[in-house]
């Protein structure tokens, strides 16, 4: 199994703000095998939930995805397309970004399906779970039947229909295939007694439950590729070592990949085969997961994990890494490594933006870091007060990008970008 | 460090809310409801020392940290404070324990005012105690920011301007301005990322030793509190189920739930896919209606069978769980069986159909084979629901299988290291005597 399913080429996604342009995304590569589970771990605000929604088209303004292709092998679908977009179609491989939109969203749910962090926000509460999940069965349905037109699909739900179902209760599973297979999904996911469970509403269950039967959503159309967007942030670690003992059942049974969005180590190293860390809209450093734990090379990815508190021994003081994640606004961001001012280590060298590198380990081990290649030299370090004030340890202040960028804790989406000076060289 | 006098006692401290409370509920002669957050729960916190409180949401951890610190009236029980019961307090006792005892909020987003510079945030509690003078003051918040690691220019922004670590370590010198015997930190690192969250907890670590402080660190984060903690009490739907130093804790937990939080934690470490976990299944009960005895006895992977009941564990859970399902009533009998199922004449299957209910009942609900003795029982009580006898189902059930843990409350003991669980009763009574 070593095909590759989605070749992510030099993929750059920004946002228009007012504050000016934020490179959230910046020239990103990205090459993920049918059958794995690939882990993006970072910091919030490191571009890792935008990778996730570029690659699901769910990109809103400001965002726009101003460069990149997205390379999708699916021959289906080659062979739906090739008449009318041939500029799209590679082999067995489709550009995504050259499809229209309309068919891009006929992929979700049947090729791409998402998960997201809070189950809580994620269904609606006025209808049971069982009516929630049979939707998405009957829209994977229909597509599957008639897989260019969308438009063909909205019609059966017309205004009418809608008030007959508000009134009586046999009209509210579209079709009773749906609402078993809804049953079906249920089961699948551990849901106990899913014949109850079918006929409440998202506020009878517990949040690991409402999790499940969001996976269950996700797996109505059977996806090729699974995005996990921090799937267990919102959980108990009682709660969250059940469902992602879930999600490796899943995977292992169904054959899916899995694109895993987390902050936490703890998960990666619980899931993934291979992993990438994001650092200001790059991949600092990906390989295996053996690669990256034990053989890291970026002193990111040295500072990420030595920041984690040991479970298994107790602590001596931890090594953080100072500073706070930088700003991504395009204005701010001077063409260097963009660690390079938190970095311990930071050279000369590291002044121009360090390609990407082999890096020993395994042949898919790669790190954004000149130290790949040259040993480090005190003689060529970089002054400790080159980059100003921004290196006293959390004294400066950074905007703080996440505003458009939904991450690990929802009350940082409402933070202000910030725009009163201060440090800005 | 757990010798003399403790700072803090706490003792059968309870904490209800009430749900149908209102005026209109009692006119309509609805029974309030208790919601058991804080249950019971009895400990000591010792000077200089870090206590940990862990566990889940919904556990009561909070409660107990803002009813500790009289933030909340308490329903029952007592506090003392440096030898004083601060539910008794009054006028400047009050006052100074106000004073003595402050708290680090866990969002930093939502506990700083964002209409305030963070001079002003700093300086509030300085100005409310009528510290010193104007100018004093303004000093001081200057060096708190310091402290802290912020730069003391910065006391004319607003916390709009910061990063959740900024915030929370304005929220730090804020509790720090009165220079407080004990602090309560509320999950204060929970909303920050991994790097930064480490920055604050070097903080805290520093800070103690400076100023001799004693904490109470509430958090979920069993890695966060193994990093700083003296101390750790476990609190499981309103109980502390085990308390005891933290290498102990960690090392050589007693408890099962304690077992299994430490199992559920994924490490961050290339082994971690080869780790033999044993995690627990379903959810924490409600509050409204804990379980009796043992509140953990309905996740519990070693939940006692009776003396005379040889059985597997598995399988004793599987009955449980059934049983329970049966008392609540949780089972939809209409579905049972292929399309369409049984036909319910006055709530009952007609007697010809009773085999072939009771095994597709059994299917459904039990995912094992049990052993032919046990099978048995669960079929007598499978054979009652087909005549929607719920309560002689349960009855059949709990007869043969009641465990202990669900008879007697597990006390928690007075040694060093005790755990509220039947499994350690032996050990106990055999010291006793």
Known sequence: MTEDVLRVNDLSTRFFTTEGQINAVSSLDLRIERGEIFGIV????????????????????????????????????????????????????????????DLRRSLRGTSFSMIFQDPESSFNSTLTVG?????????????????????????????????????????????????????????????PDPVERADEYPHEYSGGMLQRAMIAQALAGEPDVLVADEPTTALDVTIQAQVLDLLDDLQERTGMTILLITHNLGVIARMCDRVGVMYAGEIVERGRLEDVFDEHVHPYTEGLLGSVPDLERAGDRLQPIPGNVPSLIDAEMDDRCYFADRCPKAMETCLEHPPEYDAGGSDRHQARCVLAEIDYEEGRALPADYFGDTERPAGDKHADPDRTEDDVEPERTRSVVDDSGGDRR | MSSGQPLVRVEELQKYFWEQDSILDRLLGAEPVPVRAVDGVSFDIYRGETLGLVGESGCGKSTAGETLLRLQEPTDGHVEFDEHDVYELAGSELTEFRRDAQVVFQDPFSSLDPRMTIGEIVRQPLDVHNVDTVEKRRERVRELLERVGLSADQLDRYPHEFSGGQRQRIGIARALALEPEFLVLDEPTSALDVSVQAQVLNLLDELQAEFDLTYLLISHDLSVIRHICDRVAVMYLGEIVEIGPVEAIFEEPKHPYTEALLESVPRATTDERERDRETISG??????????????????????????????????????????????????????????????VDGAVSETDLPAFVTALKTRVIDRTLAPEHDEVVEEALAELASSNWERAADVLSSRYESVCERRRPELGEESHPAACHLHDDAEESIRR
Not at chain 1, 51 to 62: D, G, K, Q, W, Y
Not at chain 1, 70 to 95: C, H, K, Q, S, T
Not at chain 1, 164 to 187: D, K, M, N
Not at chain 2, 326 to 336: F, G, T
């Open chain 1, 42 to 101: 970072g910091e919030s605000g490191s571009g890792k939930s935008v990778t996730a929604r570029s690659v699901m088209n769910l990109i809103e303004s400001p965002g726009e995805i101003t460069s990149g292709e997205i390379w999708y092998r699916n021959r289906d679908l080659v062979a739906e397309v090739e008449d009318d977009y041939p500029d799209a179609v590679d082999g067995e491989f489709v550009d995504l970004l050259e499809l229209p939109d």
């Open chain 1, 131 to 191: 009516e929630q999940l049979a939707e998405a069965v009957e829209v994977q349905r229909r597509a599957s039947a008639n897989p260019r037109s969308t438009r063909a699909r909205t019609r059966e739900y017309s205004l009418g229909n809608y008030l007959l179902s508000s009134v009586l209760p046999s009209q509210r599973y579209v079709s009773e295939a749906s609402r078993e297979r809804a049953i079906e999904l249920l089961e699948m996911v551990g849901i």
């Open chain 2, 283 to 344: 959810d924490v009960p409600s509050p409204r209606d804990p379980p009796s005895g043992c509140r953990f006895r309905t996740r519990c992977p070693k939940v006692i069978p009776p003396d005379d009941v040889e059985i597997d564990q598995e399988e004793y859970r599987a009955i449980m769980d059934l049983r329970e399902r049966i008392e609540r009533r949780d089972i939809s009998l209409e579905s049972v069986g292929e399309d369409g199922g049984f036909e319910f």
